[in-house]
């Protein structure tokens, strides 16, 4: 993977946060994005500090060892690096100026490495996700290299409305309500119920619903997509949000 491949994603991300902004899916800094690599030119990114063994936002979901720790679920001989948003950063400022919004997480020999542009910069909240999540899409789906989690309103607000319902309930509700669902995501779509933000078990229950899914609805929540390259991963969410949409006004004109 060269740094032509790294440019162009990172320029279609601009193109795609604009997309996301206009779309009102990216309110504040909600949503974030990854992009699995071979290797980056560190020169890019020349503040680095060691994650620590624990995550400072929700102490049952470890970085380290111990129950819950993310990393004792790795093994040493993975080695991943993603670029990764910031934690606090804007998709409108990632549509103006996408690298110093950007760091790099590496994950090499048990320990846990961020690279960014600027000091006091830390991976996304969600980084254990993308980073077990993007471990498994390695093994299973290698062809899958993109992240992207927004927070898509029509399809938040049918997981509300449609609580309790089941997986196939609600992807026959949205296959039945436009064609292009079916034919965009014949595999469908995922669900998990409404967990902690940034914690492990939102990681474990969406790499569960990954295994058949290439996008998980988190109930209440969002969704997250996993994708070839940005505009897929864009595509899926807004044809999915469409036909919620749809069932939206069905359900309340």
Same mark, same amino acid.
């Given at each position: 993977?060269?740094?032509?491949?790294?440019?162009?994603?990172?320029?279609?991300?601009?193109?795609?946060?604009?997309?996301l902004?206009?779309?009102?899916?990216?309110?504040?800094?909600?949503g974030?994005?990854?992009?699995?690599?071979?290797e980056?030119?560190?020169?890019?990114?020349?503040?680095?500090?060691?994650?620590?063994?624990?995550?400072?936002?929700?102490?049952?979901?470890?970085?380290?060892?111990?129950?819950?720790?993310?990393?004792?679920?790795?093994?040493?001989?993975?080695?991943?690096?993603f670029l990764?948003?910031?934690?606090?950063?804007?998709f409108r400022?990632?549509?103006?100026?996408?690298l110093?919004n950007?760091?790099?997480?590496?994950?090499?020999? !048990? +320990?846990? *490495?961020?690279?960014?542009?600027?000091? /006091?910069?830390?991976?996304?909240s #969600?980084?254990?996700?993308?980073? %077990?999540?993007?471990?498994?899409?390695?093994?299973?789906?290698p062809?899958?290299?993109i992240?992207?989690h927004?927070?898509?309103t029509?399809?938040?607000?049918?997981?509300?409305?449609?609580e309790?319902?089941s997986?196939?309930?609600?992807?026959i509700?949205?296959?039945?309500?436009?064609?292009?669902?079916?034919m965009?995501?014949?595999? !469908? +779509?995922? *669900?998990?119920?409404?967990?902690?933000? /940034?914690?492990?078990?939102?990681a #474990?229950?969406?790499?569960?619903? %990954?295994?058949?899914h290439?996008?998980?609805?988190?109930?209440?929540?969002?969704?997250?997509?996993?994708?070839?390259?940005?505009?897929?991963?864009?595509?899926?969410?807004?044809?999915?949000d469409k036909?919620?949409?749809?069932?939206?006004?069905?359900?309340?004109?």
């Amino acid at each position: 993977m060269d740094n032509k491949y790294i440019e162009n994603s990172i320029f279609e991300l601009m193109e795609v946060a604009q997309c996301l902004v206009n779309k009102g899916w990216v309110e504040r800094n909600s949503g974030n994005f990854s992009l699995r690599v071979d290797e980056v030119e560190m020169e890019m990114f020349p503040v680095k500090k060691e994650l620590p063994s624990s995550c400072p936002t929700h102490e049952a979901c470890g970085v380290g060892g111990g129950r819950g720790g993310a990393l004792w679920r790795m093994t040493n001989e993975n080695k991943i690096t993603f670029l990764i948003t910031h934690t606090g950063s804007k998709f409108r400022d990632i549509a103006k100026s996408a690298l110093v919004n950007l760091g790099v997480l590496k994950y090499d020999d !048990g +320990i846990l *490495l961020h690279h960014a542009t600027k000091e /006091g910069a830390s991976p996304s909240s #969600e980084f254990i996700s993308h980073l %077990l999540i993007h471990d498994f899409l390695a093994k299973n789906k290698p062809e899958k290299k993109i992240i992207l989690h927004v927070h898509p309103t029509h399809l938040i607000a049918l997981s509300h409305k449609y609580e309790g319902h089941s997986k196939n309930d609600i992807n026959i509700l949205l296959q039945n309500k436009l064609p292009e669902v079916k034919m965009i995501i014949p595999q !469908g +779509i995922g *669900l998990v119920p409404l967990l902690p933000p /940034g914690s492990i078990d939102l990681a #474990e229950a969406t790499i569960n619903e %990954l295994a058949e899914h290439d996008i998980v609805l988190w109930a209440k929540h969002g969704c997250l997509v996993v994708a070839e390259d940005i505009w897929e991963a864009y595509d899926m969410v807004d044809i999915l949000d469409k036909a919620a949409e749809i069932q939206w006004i069905m359900d309340n004109g």
